[in-house]
């Protein structure tokens, strides 16, 4: 079955800092991924995503995040976090095989330190 | 941008009662989902809706679910006698084939 894993539940940064969110997925072809974040109580706001081609991949505010099929993971990445980072981030893995539903990971919530 | 607009944004129904959620999902999308998000739980799959009718379903979406798209513009999901279980967060999504969904602000759903 499709999983998909985000091993933290919280991260705190302090504002600046570099961020890294961790994803690994479990997929029985060949995944599209997704990166969502989520301030409270608004909706999914798409920050990047991964077809083909290069493994690493720009987004938006800054964001890029690199897919490693050896290590089934898509990690995403923030050199220089900003206090306004601070939301739940959700991975999220698709496939045109599997009716390109999500399946989403529980989310990491980020909270930033000044 | 255009973007995906549900309504209403929150939603309070006695527990039996139908409740109808509503989304207009981007213009020129062909794909249509709803999922939900249970307090502190993860964003689920309910349903994907194509060409007219329903392409994928979730065990989630069990009989007391039902999609429509009554018209041209809006894509609604129907829960046919709420449960308490129900309670959540529905959000709409829409997509052009296998590109992104782009996700609505989302329906909150209070069954009491």
């Known amino acids: 079955a499709q999983s998909v894993t985000q091993p933290d539940i919280h991260i705190t940064v302090s504002e600046g800092a570099s961020l890294e969110l961790r994803c690994n997925y479990s997929y029985g072809a060949t995944p599209y991924l997704f990166w969502y974040v989520q301030s409270p109580g608004q909706g999914l706001q798409l920050l990047l995503k991964y077809f083909s081609g290069d493994t690493l991949v720009q987004g938006i505010k800054g964001f890029e995040a690199e897919f490693k099929r050896s290590q089934s993971s898509f990690n995403l990445r923030k050199p220089s976090v900003h206090w306004s980072d601070a939301a739940e981030y959700f991975c999220a893995v698709g496939a045109k095989e599997y009716g390109n539903k999500l399946v989403f990971g529980a989310g990491t919530i980020l909270r930033v330190k000044s | 941008e255009p973007e995906v607009t549900q309504t209403p944004s929150h939603q309070v129904t006695q527990m039996g009662q139908e409740v109808i959620l509503r989304c207009v999902p981007i213009?020129?999308?062909?794909?249509f989902y709803w999922y939900r998000q249970i307090l502190g739980q993860k964003v689920e799959f309910l349903v994907s809706f194509y060409n007219n009718e329903i392409s994928e379903k979730s065990e989630i979406f069990d009989d007391q679910f039902s999609v429509e798209r009554p018209d041209g513009s809006n894509f609604t999901l129907k829960i046919r006698s709420t449960k308490l279980e129900d309670s959540a967060m529905y959000f709409c999504?829409?997509?052009?084939?296998?590109?992104?969904?782009?996700f609505g602000d989302g329906t909150r759903l209070s069954i009491l």
């Open positions: 213009s020129n999308h062909l794909y």
């Open positions: 999504a829409s997509s052009v084939d296998n590109q992104p969904q782009h």
